[in-house]
């Protein structure tokens, strides 16, 4: 079965620039995440989805970050304007959403912001 | 909340030395355990889960782990580590039902020398 994709792997760009990541999960899973990973920790949660609803944001910087996954498949999750402490990883996870899933992950994006 | 903490952030073993990567964490409800790895230059892997039964469980490779409930501990081990398991290996939780999303540990970078 083909993995979780993201794009694109390697992001650079300038603070207060605007950024979007794509992300499309396993075919069949209702549950998509998005993690964000600083160097040196493990990965921290932004937000959860169930099919195209939210779960869980109450981690994600409202005032910069979006996300949205309109016909509960692929996902994009923006972040305007960028600030230096959002340089990270930025993994997209899903899972079916049924008792006993585990997650599965993609490939993440590195963002440097300078 | 939940809180996952990883006392080894970095270890050093040489070829067919036995491993122990210690993991505590805090959460007043039942959860499920998990250990992911991430090998040089690839994604996070799933290593073993435990969700309930038998508190010792196998995983890929030859890993191990042990839930220990009364000590709120789920220490990965091996007994003998190839050069191969080089690698980051990240302890996570989530809560047994409901929200699904991990809580991380901040990860233990294990590098074993030939």
């Known amino acids: 079965e083909a993995g979780v994709a993201q794009s694109p792997r390697y992001k650079i760009i300038e603070k207060r620039q605007s950024v979007a990541f794509w992300c499309n999960p396993i075919s069949g899973h209702a549950t998509l995440y998005w993690y964000q990973q600083i160097l040196g920790q493990g990965p921290k949660l932004l937000i959860q989805f169930q099919n195209n609803g939210v779960v869980d944001d109450s981690q994600l910087p409202k005032d910069r970050f979006s996300a949205e996954r309109l016909k509960g498949v692929d996902s994009t999750l923006k972040i305007q304007p960028a600030k230096l402490e959002d340089s990270a990883v930025y993994l997209c996870a899903s899972d079916s959403g049924t008792g006993g899933a585990w997650q599965y992950f993609g490939p993440g994006t590195r963002l440097t912001v300078t | 909340a939940q809180s996952v903490s990883q006392h080894n952030h970095h270890v050093i073993l040489s070829e067919a030395a036995s491993l122990e990567l210690g993991c505590n964490y805090s959460y007043g409800g039942t959860v499920n355990l998990f250990w992911y790895v991430q090998y040089p230059g690839q994604h996070l892997q799933l290593l073993l889960k435990?969700?309930?039964?038998?508190?010792l469980v196998k995983g890929i490779k030859g890993f191990e782990a042990e839930f220990i409930k009364s000590k709120f501990s789920f220490n990965l081990r091996k007994p003998s580590v190839q050069w191969s398991d080089t690698a980051e290996y990240f302890c996570a939780v989530n809560a047994y039902t409901g929200r699904r999303a991990l809580t991380f540990g901040s990860g233990t970078r294990l590098q074993v020398q030939p």
């Open positions: 435990y969700f309930s039964g038998d508190p």
